[in-house]
């Protein structure tokens, strides 16, 4: 199975638009070392022909100019795409509005759990997407599905499974405690080939948005051949010290990555061949190459993802 990076940053991408702190200062400048990052997607392959895309970004065009094997094949007809299907972990921001640029009548088919698509279903911008060409099938909380483009399968399955997270920012609802976050909202994926089905060492462990480490969680991933985990924020109250904002980590439904309680401990004991952080945001040390929080997650045995990352599994 190939795998691309198509955007390793979080919702804002790196540098985002309006961020004047360092970071982004940095990325803008061009210092050394410093990539530039857009938003949260990935791809991947069983033949290298037909992909699937995880999460459809704000900036699926750009992603998609920048990856030659997502651009319609020179023997293709006039219109055509290698993506066959689109598969959704939330309904953020970051990982929805890309399928407006997905419109023009060309078929594939949508993968999302049923809170996921009502989402889609109840805001009539998505219409774009006619169903006429573009299938929306639900995805089951739990359980194997085995993915199918307009024309067949593509020879890659994925395992669904819920993880702690949060409904997506323009969906929060003020008056309740976890702003009306329930079961769907945000969801991990185990990705192979179908023939690679069981094979834990085969298979990618997506889950760029994740609140909190379970012993299920940490079960059902070891031994796998790579996690690709949220890295949104390296400290819970990241935002506020660097004075971008006032929001923690936990507050957005994503665990940091440093502390006691962070993944880098909480993931420690557990066995993978590749562990990736990724949906980085902007003010995350981690995108310095310099940084001590660079060298502690590399010496950790994490890889720091980057647009145009290649993995085979
Ligand atoms: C997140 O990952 O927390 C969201 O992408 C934030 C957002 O919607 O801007
Ligand atoms: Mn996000």
Sequence with gaps: MKIRVLGAAAGGGFPQWNCNAPLSRAVRENRPGFLART???????????????FNASPDIRQQIAATSDLQPAADAPLRSTPIRAVILTNADVDHI?????LREREPFTLYATRRVLE?????????VLNPDHVERRELALEGETELHGPDGPLGLSIE????????????ED?????????????IGLAVRRTANIGAADK??????????????????ISGGGCLMFDGTVFENDEMANTGVG???????????IGGPEGSLAGLADVYLKRRVFIHINNTN???????AETSAVLAAGWEVAFDGMELEL
């Design 39 to 53: 938003q949260s997607s990935i791809a991947a392959s069983a033949d290298g022909r037909n992909w699937a895309v």
């Design 97 to 101: 509005a890309g399928l407006l640029s």
């Design 119 to 127: 989402t889609l279903a109840s805001n009539s911008i998505f219409q």
């Design 160 to 171: 669904t499974f819920s993880v702690p997270g949060k409904v997506a920012l323009f969906l």
């Design 174 to 186: 003020p008056e309740k405690s976890d702003f009306g976050t329930s079961s769907g909202d945000t």
């Design 203 to 220: 298979t990618l462990f997506y889950v760029p948005g994740c609140a909190a480490i379970e012993a299920p969680f940490k079960q059902r």
């Design 246 to 256: 006032s929001k923690t980590g936990a507050r957005m439904g994503h665990l940091a």
């Design 285 to 291: 040390p981690i995108l310095d190459p310099r940084s």
